[in-house]
């Protein structure tokens, strides 16, 4: 079976069938999801995840490529998209190619996404001129962290809506495969999403139920992150668990249980 590339996920809206998405960074958990998510999205939130980067500024293309290298390698049916990292690719539509190509042609993923609405647009029509899907992402944007003064909902008022709007209809007529919408009110999100403007499958994240998908940063869904963000549902209880593991393996370190005959090599 081949893998899924950036079109089929028009198929999936045009068909009514719920498009799903999770992130990953690394190879043993991109393996776990590769079955059941349409796209595996390795997103910029690694700085954050992974290692403890207050917002995702710092990331560099190198790190994305490093991590995409891995969760392709983990993978062989899912869609891989690619963050781009603040400072890659807003210069310029030439400074965006030359980044997303690096992107494809070192990791063998199927698409990147860059954050941005209609003042990129022309971004996206180059780059998918050349070859190059394009997701969008819009709404809250967490690279513009310093100039939206902090992690805010979006989409309150009426101008906000509009700009919304406009935001994701520039997106999708450039040519965007799919856009991101994050962190906006609810009747917002679900106008854009009801749009015919805009044809570009949606997915959501702290948006609406009425996306054609879902996405969530797996380690959030999972209960591993130490702090989440009101739009996630735990769907299990990592930190927990992993929690009770270290514990037990402790007390039996400390109480010689640990390793017991079977884990240990016994002379022939
Ligand atoms: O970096 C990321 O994980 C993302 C998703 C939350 C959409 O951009
Ligand atoms: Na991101």
């Known amino acids: 079976s081949r893998r899924l590339r950036a079109i089929d996920l028009a198929r999936s809206k045009a068909e009514g069938r719920k498009i799903i998405a999770l992130t ?67 210069a310029s539509r030439e400074q965006a190619f030359l980044s997303a190509a690096r992107v494809l042609k070192e990791t063998g993923a199927g698409a990147i996404k860059m954050e941005g609405g209609a003042r990129f647009a ?46 994701a209809r520039a997106i999708s007529e450039a040519g965007a495969f799919a856009i991101v919408l994050e962190g906006i009110v609810e009747p917002v999100a679900r106008a854009i999403a009801r749009s015919p403007d805009v044809t570009a499958p949606t997915i959501g994240i702290g948006a609406t139920a009425e996306c054609d998908g879902q996405i969530l940063v797996l380690e959030d869904m999972l209960g591993l992150s130490d702090r989440a963000p009101k739009f996630v549902k735990s769907f299990g209880s990592l930190r927990s668990q992993i929690e009770d593991s270290v514990r037990a393996y402790a007390e039996e370190v400390r109480a010689g249980t640990f390793p017991a005959t079977e884990h240990t090599y016994q002379a022939r």
């Open 24 to 90: 990953a960074y690394h190879a043993h958990t991109a393996s776990i999801l590769d079955a059941y998510c349409d796209f595996i999205l390795v997103g910029d939130s690694l700085g954050m995840v992974m290692h403890g980067m207050e917002s995702t500024l710092p990331v560099t293309l190198e790190m994305m490529i490093l991590q995409a290298q891995a969760v392709m390698r983990g993978t062989s049916r899912a869609l891989v998209v690619v963050d781009m990292p603040f400072g890659s690719y807003e």
């Open 122 to 167: 022309d971004t996206v029509a180059f780059l998918t001129q050349r070859g190059v899907p394009v997701m969008g992402h819009i709404g809250l944007t967490p690279q513009s962290v310093n100039t939206m003064g902090g992690f805010r909902v979006q989409g309150r008022g009426a101008e906000a809506e509009r700009q919304l709007m406009e935001d």
